[in-house]
């Protein structure tokens, strides 16, 4: 059974860092592209970044490049995604997805984060 | 960036009843499109990709058409685990992975 489980969540002041990890089991991790996609609190999905199978490759949405930096350790079936110079707008619960052929066929239950002073 | 629109933005059915969701892509995205549900709570689930396949696991109940622009997602006959979110999501052209605004299906 395919199992992704988000941690590194949190309260963090604007400006802050945090890391967020995606532990991944039930399938070879180091075969599929995976993703972050965030929801705000009463708003709908957004995707944030995405990584190929051998991290070599990545890609950002506009609104966290240069910010945000997606990575893995295939070695660790892990992923995760780093966090700097957080805003209020980055408020959201963060979700990491497994891409299949594109769309994106399992979830985590998704870690919430929170920038607040 | 190809933009997804939803409609309606709130559905208001009853148990057993038929609902069609709507889902219009800003430009073609081909069958490149994927349904999602999302229950309160709880993390999205893969429901329909290709326009009409539906994953594994998913009853028959739910089926998806269309192509290029315009797409619906119908739900046969409601159950109540069927109030939820839905979101259409192109992944014809990336990036970016973009998602519809999502249609809240209600109990009426």
């Known amino acids: 059974e395919v199992q992704l489980v988000e941690s590194g969540g949190g309260l963090v002041q604007p400006g802050g860092s945090l890391r967020l990890s995606c532990a991944a089991s039930?399938?070879?991790?180091?075969?599929?592209?995976m993703h972050w996609v965030r929801q705000a609190p009463g708003k709908g999905l957004v995707w944030v970044a995405r990584i190929n199978s051998d991290g070599g490759d990545t890609t950002h949405a506009d609104s966290v490049r240069g910010r945000f930096t997606i990575s893995r350790d295939n070695a660790k079936n892990t992923l995760y995604l780093q966090m700097n110079s957080l805003r209020a707008e980055d408020t959201a619960v963060y979700y990491c997805?497994?891409?299949?052929?594109?769309?994106?066929?399992?979830w985590g239950q998704g870690t919430l984060v929170t920038v607040s002073s | 960036e190809i933009v997804m629109t939803q409609s309606p933005a709130t559905l208001s059915v009853s148990p057993g009843e038929r609902a069609t969701l709507s889902c219009r892509a800003s430009e073609s995205v081909t069958s490149s499109l994927a349904w999602y549900q999302q229950k309160a709570g709880q993390a999205p689930r893969l429901l329909i990709y290709?326009?009409?396949t539906r994953a594994t696991g998913i009853p028959a109940r739910f089926s998806g058409s269309g192509s290029g622009t315009e797409f619906t997602l119908t739900i046969s006959s409601l159950q109540s685990e069927d109030f939820a979110v839905y979101y259409c999501q192109q992944y014809d052209t990336w990036p970016p992975w973009t998602f519809g605004q999502g249609t809240k299906v209600e109990i009426k």
């Open positions: 039930g399938f070879t991790f180091s075969s599929y592209w």
């Open positions: 997805a497994r891409d299949y052929k594109y769309y994106f066929d399992s």
């Open positions: 290709g326009a009409s």
